[in-house]
């Protein structure tokens, strides 16, 4: 989320993708820099565990938005 955030902050269009476990620490991230309604993108955790065909799904799933977050900026 910071990374993202600080990229924004000097002009770079950044899609941040978060799992759903860490939904509260990047609002609380993003809270703290400045950034209390900063988006993102939200994939299912955990990733780790997922298979390459189910991380294939997952990613063309999430695409839409990262697309939109990216150009939206």
Do not use: W
């Amino acid at each position: 989320m910071l990374d993202g955030i600080l990229l924004e902050q000097r002009g770079i269009p950044t899609a941040v993708i978060c799992t759903d476990l860490f939904v509260p620490n990047g609002r609380a991230t993003a809270k703290a820099h400045g950034a209390p309604d900063y988006p993102f993108a939200l994939v299912p955790h955990p990733m780790a565990s997922a298979s390459p065909a189910e991380l294939a799904r997952q990613a063309k799933e999430v695409l839409p938005e990262v697309l939109r977050l990216l150009v939206a900026k």
